[in-house]
């Protein structure tokens, strides 16, 4: 198989064998297993429970974790290449893989305890459970040091009282890590991340979210009203729970890009191919300059996001550090998604506005990866803050 070569500032960008399978294997799901259904399940917000498991046994679910603890052990270039492509076809199938691989089993494999790996971690990696990662709050989204929810030191155990909102896997998950206020003297430095299983008394799944994108992954509220969670599911010493979220979403960030990449690649492929087949005014309308240069710029745009995203995997896989160039791709990607789907259901005209061409339901999907994981405008403000780091 050819390898794809591409050398930006000194990084190699040569796709090894191994990375162009997982990409092919990637592909091969998205159009065989979730493509089809993909209108109903949208029409209908319907969980792709089946195409999940079978996301599980393909490795997707775990692909960075080591085997040890029942992942893939692959690289970050790796899982950002299967992001791209089930993104392509599937962003909600690829928000759950991508909370799952990123603000779950990395930050528990990273931070977690011998044991808490592998009770939490090997189901979690292997995909036989799925994960959420709890810190938005009614009213602490990007301000996230303002945690309403507590979790107060009763010795051997937090006792954990309050409400998390926008919680992706929030119903089909079977555990949560929760960020939780335990002395609020100490602000975020008080904060502790706890793993909360389901089932625990006082733990419940609120409302389900109707929402614009995105509609097959499942968004909820959790409730948590006194919450006895045992001292041993602290991830990391007391008071490392804000630190625990900034550097998980430090990656879940990559995801993100990756996703948005992938969102907006999946509209340029198929407004690529419905321009050689459409015709007006008595040629394909890609002959027509207007359309060639929205393609044109489409590929460009997403050519150069694709860069960004390669690039913070790159950084991560070499441990340098990444935390600049996740928030850079996050906020390329993304906005570049928003872009691309809006070119592209106007290259579709009157069938870029209906459901069975695709391109509606990622522009309703792109819209969300702006918002999650860090807004645009959040992206911004970390960026700067590396300027003068
Ligand atoms: N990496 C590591 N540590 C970080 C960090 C980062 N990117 N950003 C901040 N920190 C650390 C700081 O070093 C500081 O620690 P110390 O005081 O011990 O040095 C601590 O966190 C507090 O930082 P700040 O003083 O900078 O806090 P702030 O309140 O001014 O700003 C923020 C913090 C960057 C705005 C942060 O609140 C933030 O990232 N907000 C966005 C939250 C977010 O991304 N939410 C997504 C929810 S999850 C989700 O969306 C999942 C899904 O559905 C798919």
């Known amino acids: 198989m050819a390898s794809a070569t591409l050398e930006l500032q000194g990084m190699n960008f040569n796709l090894s064998e191994e990375q162009l399978s997982v990409q092919e294997a990637a592909r091969d799901f998205a159009q065989n297993e979730l493509l089809p259904g993909i209108v109903e399940r949208d029409n209908e917000a319907k969980f792709p429970a089946e195409q999940v498991r079978k996301m599980g046994e393909l490795g997707f679910m775990g692909m960075m974790v080591s085997p040890e603890y029942g992942g893939s052990g692959m690289d970050t270039v790796s899982y950002v290449l299967a992001m791209e492509e089930i993104s392509k ?160 979403l430090n990656g879940g960030r990559i995801g993100i890009a990756a996703q948005a990449l992938g969102i907006a690649a999946g509209a340029y492929e198929l407004s690529l191919k419905y321009s050689q087949e459409r015709k007006a005014f008595g040629r394909q309308i890609f002959d027509h300059q207007a359309i060639q240069f ?5 590929a460009t745009k997403i050519e150069a996001a694709r860069l960004l995203v390669y690039k913070a995997a790159r950084l991560k896989d070499e441990h340098k550090d990444y935390v600049q160039a996740a928030a850079m791709a996050k906020l390329f990607a993304s906005e570049v998604a928003m872009w691309a789907t809006t070119e592209a259901v106007q290259i579709h005209g009157g069938y870029g506005y209906v459901k069975e061409y695709h391109v509606e339901r990622l522009m309703r999907d792109a819209k969300i990866t702006q918002i999650y994981e860090g807004t645009s405008e959040i992206q911004k403000l970390v960026i700067a803050r590396e300027l003068i780091r």
């Open 294 to 298: 929205k393609l044109a710029e489409m």
């Open 89 to 248: 076809v599937d962003p909600s199938a690829s928000v759950i893989m991508s909370v799952n691989n990123s603000l779950v089993c990395w930050g528990l494999e990273a931070y977690g305890t011998e044991e808490q790996k592998h009770k939490y971690l090997t189901p979690l990696a292997s995909g036989q459970i799925i994960g959420a990662f709890c810190l938005s709050e009614p009213e602490a989204g990007s301000d996230a040091t303002s945690q309403a929810t507590t979790a107060e030191d009763k010795g051997d155990y937090y006792l954990v009282n309050g409400t998390k909102n926008w919680i992706t896997n929030g119903n089909s998950s079977s555990v949560a890590l929760v960020i939780a206020q335990t002395d609020r003297d100490k602000k975020h430095r008080g904060i502790n991340a706890l793993i909360v299983e389901k089932g625990t008394p006082g733990f419940t799944v609120g409302k389900k979210e109707d929402k614009m994108g995105i509609r097959a992954s499942d968004t909820h509220s959790l409730l948590f009203t006194d919450v006895k969670v045992p001292k041993e599911n602290r991830i990391g010493d007391d008071g490392f729970g804000f630190k625990f979220a900034m550097s998980t």
